[in-house]
């Protein structure tokens, strides 16, 4: 019933930058929301939270390098990424939460070359 759909990824190389984008088909104020990354031969793994209220956290990988942000009034998430590495490079998905329900976006591919 909620629908997230991610976006905004491609290739670039090791340096480059990308900034993700994920649009709710609801009113994300009361939602927790999240991305996380799948990488060839890996579980799924957090990468950054976004909290309803509060500051983002994440993962040490990506401490200093993403930036987790939202936009209530455009039900948008965003993770701006920048100085991408080729251990970056995973299928990112976007992930609301409320109360005892959980949502997943399709995933966006980001590739980062050397």
């Known amino acids: 019933q909620v629908q997230l759909v991610e976006s905004g990824g491609g290739s670039v190389q090791a340096g480059g930058s990308l900034r993700l984008s994920c649009e709710v088909s609801e009113d994300i104020f009361g939602f927790d929301l999240g991305w996380y990354r799948q990488a060839p031969g890996k579980e799924r793994e957090l990468v950054a939270t976004?909290?309803?209220?509060?500051?983002?956290n994440y993962a040490d990988s990506v401490q200093g390098r993403f930036t987790a942000s939202r936009d209530n009034g455009k039900n948008t998430m965003y993770l701006q990424m920048n100085n991408l590495k080729p251990e970056d490079t995973a299928v990112y998905y976007c992930?609301?939460?409320?109360?005892?329900?959980?949502?997943w976006g399709q995933g966006t591919q980001v590739t980062v070359s050397s």
């Open positions: 976004r909290p309803r209220w509060g500051s983002p």
């Open positions: 992930h609301a939460h409320q109360g005892a329900s959980d949502y």
